[in-house]
DNA sequence: CATGAATGAGGTTTCATTCAT
DNA sequence: AATGAATGAAACCTCATTCAT
């Protein structure tokens, strides 16, 4: 997780009031841009979002870029923790090791589907051109962070004979596109609400697929993948 | 493909040239709108790209609204036709059907991977909000499409004895996504050039999964999926 | 006189109706600097006073700083060109030498103290600093300019025996000082409005001290003002 | 030299380090108007630069007006002070009047020359249509009284039979203006320094000429003049 | 049909100024 | 008395869009 303040303008003996009011600021920002987009969403707009004048969001972020990245930062950061969360319950899986893995993968499509994650992502991927450090902050601390968590787990899960991967990096990295790809498509880029059974169906899924590859010692088909 | 001209305001006696001079503005458009962004992009850089006076493009395309659609849809047509022609030629797989699918793979990830296919996702996800439409322009004819095609081949390859599938769209849904994640994450949403070896890599994982999950019947792995 | 429209930003082919609307535009952009100065004035104002929408301003000259670079040497010009007509004048001076440099020193006042002269200088004196090229445009063909002209005929006049100088330049320079010097003082900065008989006082008592000082030749004074 | 509190808010019980501050802001104030102009200048800017907070400019004077006024006066009084001093030490001419005018010439020059100077009159100048006020305030105590001063002593002079005027303050006006004019035109205005040799050449030209017209008693030239 | 010119609306930003501490 | 924080107003500039030519 980055430092929250990061690019903070305010000086190091911030009030209590002044603090609440940055966060206001910066939620009022993230629902603004992620309804309208950056280059649509006016400062305007956001400061009555928030309930304070203009310049008062001119003295808290000095920029409406700087506003911007703040306010993304906030959220991936925020975003993270959930799925860092969620990932650690992996370390007892149980007897269960299927329903352990839906039970993760269900968990991770909920934040995933969730409408503050669908804005971020539409929001990433429509700057990432105009604000291509927003990759360091986001996945220096994003989905390569959770990434790794996963790969962690799965490593274990190998070592104790459960899961059978080479490289569970890859392993983590599948496990989270089987997971993502088919609620990307399902969900219409997030526009379309995918309901818990629809969740429930793709990480159902996903998992099935993803221990029919890695549940069980590769065999001759593993051999044959392998040449 | 969706027609092309859903909201042409010429006659339909339009000449030649005319319609020449409407592709290089939507080409133009489709350039400027993937730099700088829908919102960003002004119809003044447009017209300048396209070597044409404003009102020109006012003329051929009613609206900036308009003209983003009809980018979007004639850049949305291009990739997907390559993307059918790629899965058609899973019709005949020949012997080695890893080496195939690889083939297959690889050459959809360049598909996906080409700036240009870049520049259109990254529209997508930032107005799909704004213009919702897009979706149904773009996805009737879009990602599903290509699912949809996929699915038929291994379908057939399923029947043939090759591929062991229950349902062959989720299957070729996972392949696309095994191929997809992995390239979004590691060419950071596109912004970062993947290298053939990258590429190649990214295709080799997902076929080698793939074909673990799939490319044997299942055994009680299978059954402990479903329980 | 500079080339009129050295920043120009119209292109060459540039129509009547428009160059119309450009010298309208500049016209407006002295008055409104001149009544408020550089930083006060705004360009909403300046289009008003132009009867042409903002954004006609900006078609025409770019900036509001190039607007006023442009409005600054238009005025100049005109100022240079009435200057330079009166001391043309000078080339026959008559019999009467002392009536002669009386008239033109009275023109000279009246250029001087016209309303847009002191305008532009009292712009010029605020805004030399942050507009130092401003200095090369209207010196260069500005107050030296004159100088000059004026040093010439004195040159001739010298020829002629009618005045004796060794510095034509110099002599030149200290007729304009006496000229202009007491005019500033006693206008106010120009605030103040001098009436003719004021003016004529300036000029009479400037070119009795300028004709003691060099219309005759030197005698023992002169020595010991050399040593 | 006007009181120099004369808008001030303070009781008069006010305390040292009180005025100290005060002082500390006024001479901020013009060297930020001096840098960026009356309506560049902020607020800000002039507390930082007089290691103050904003409000507390507010505190001691109440407007960004009357700090300008009260900064303008400041600077003025001083300047003033120091051309009267130069003027002073023409009581006691000594022998070589010559020599004694160009020295006097010349430490005016250097007042007049200096930044601080060059920075009060360009201030004067743009913003005497705003804050006509200040004219009676500077020249009050200005121009005019450095000329009447000058007058003074060449009317001395005149009486001591050193000097041949009639008008003395004329010829005192026509004295400063044969050292400011040529200073003013060849420094452009203040952007660039002269250099002490540039100085002395400008005074030895105006005391020359101001001794050829007044150093002697008139002839027949005077006679034309006068007519 | 294509274009140069014009405009109305709106966005970011800055600034002088005032509260509450 | 001095300061951090907040605000209303306004300025520069850009853009999508429309007339005449």
Redesign the interface.
């Known amino acids: 997780m980055t430092g929250v303040t990061t690019t903070v303008a305010s000086g190091p003996r911030a009030s209590r009031g002044r603090i609440d009011k940055r966060q206001a600021i910066l939620d009022a920002a993230f629902t603004v841009f992620a ?1 309208e ?4 969403a006016c400062v305007k707009e956001i400061a009555a979002e928030a309930k304070v004048a203009k310049p008062t969001v001119y003295n808290h972020l000095s920029d409406k870029a700087n506003l911007f990245r703040n306010a993304i930062e906030v959220a991936a950061d925020t975003a993270q923790t959930e799925n860092l969360a969620v990932i650690e319950q992996l370390t007892e899986p149980g007897d269960d090791l ?1 329903a352990a893995l839906t039970d993760t993968g269900l968990k991770l499509l909920r934040c995933y589907a969730s409408d503050r994650s669908w804005a971020l ?2 929001l ?7 604000f ?1 450090d927003l ?1 360091e902050t986001v ?1 220096g601390s994003g ?2 962070r959770a ?1 790794e968590a996963l790969a962690d787990r799965f490593a274990r899960l190998t070592l104790g004979g459960r899961l059978h991967t080479t ?1 569970p990096t ?1 392993a983590a ?2 496990f ?3 997971l ?3 609620a990307e ?1 399902r969900s ?4 379309a609400q995918l309901s818990e059974d629809a969740l429930r169906d793709i990480a159902t ?12 010692a ?5 051999g ?4």
Chains 1, 2, 3, 4 share one sequence.
């Open positions: 309804r987009g950056y280059a649509n299927q992502r539409r990433l991927y429509a700057e990432v051109t105009r291509p990759l996945r989905t390569n990434t490289d890859q990295e599948q989270i596109a089987l993502t790809g088919p498509a219409k880029f997030g526009t899924g996903a998992v099935r697929t993803f221990l029919m590859a890695f549940g069980r590769s065999t001759e088909a593993e044959a993948a392998t040449r």
